[in-house]
């Protein structure tokens, strides 16, 4: 499985934008790039996820880099609710999620 | 309605006990899945059914039992488990296709005296 990587931990103002990084260096061509958050005493939650373009939907938005090694979800106005874990997770056809540690987000009012 | 309840959402039980997690979905996904996630780590896969059929077992020791009765129904049966065994137990389903998001269940706690 291929692997990610993402910082431990980042912290954001309430209401302010929150960029969260991902590398994938070793993605391949079919390997889709999923989205998850885990809110505390709560299961992980579907973000979002993209295969080459960027994508929004009603909770972020992902932007993909040209050569697909770095991924980043973007939050527009972070909110109290949203401080949570967030998985960046590769995803094959054939293949189960494979979840790293993630990278936890503090908001502070 | 994309919601996978668990039952029960705590479960206390002794080493000698047999007990059963279940979880239910009604968004006509095919496969469902079983996760354990230890305190401040990430979810580990389990068990997965496609299909009502198994399809992956991770290695998980025979003291977990999973079971598909049909396609909106997972179980997972409990026997003779150990402490380490204490864990947040989650059911997840999806669509069985070549991208798709997994819908997970709030969990089930369960910890092993």
């Known amino acids: 499985d291929a692997k990610t990587t993402q910082p431990n931990s980042m912290e954001s103002n309430e209401e302010e934008p929150v960029h969260l990084p991902c590398n994938h260096s070793?993605?391949?061509?079919?390997?889709?790039i999923h989205w998850y958050r885990q809110l505390p005493s709560q299961g992980p939650e579907y973000v979002i996820h993209?295969?080459?373009s960027n994508v929004n939907n009603r909770m972020a938005s992902l932007a993909i880099a040209e050569d697909r090694k770095s991924s980043t979800l973007i939050l527009h106005r972070a909110t109290l609710r949203d401080a949570a874990v967030y998985y960046c997770?590769?995803?094959?056809?054939?293949?189960?999620?494979?979840f790293g540690p993630g990278t936890r987000l503090s908001v502070l009012p | 309605d994309t919601e996978v309840t668990q039952t029960p959402k705590h479960l206390v039980m002794g080493m000698t006990n047999k007990k059963s997690l279940k979880c239910e979905q009604h968004?006509?996904?095919?496969?469902m899945y079983w996760y354990k996630q230890k305190a401040k780590k990430p979810p580990e896969l389990m068990f997965v059914?496609?299909?009502?059929?198994?399809?992956i077992n991770e290695s998980v020791p025979s003291r977990f039992s999973p079971e598909c009765p049909n396609s909106s129904l997972l179980n997972l049966h409990l026997h003779a488990l150990q402490p380490e065994d204490s864990a947040l137990y989650l059911c997840a389903s999806s669509q069985v296709s070549k991208s798709y998001e997994q819908y997970f269940g709030p969990g089930t706690r369960l910890t092993v005296t």
């Open positions: 059914y496609s299909y009502e059929k198994l399809s």
């Open positions: 070793t993605i391949s061509g079919t390997d889709y």
């Open positions: 997770i590769l995803k094959n056809y054939g293949q189960n999620f494979v």
């Open positions: 968004m006509g996904h095919r496969a």
């Open positions: 993209g295969l080459t």
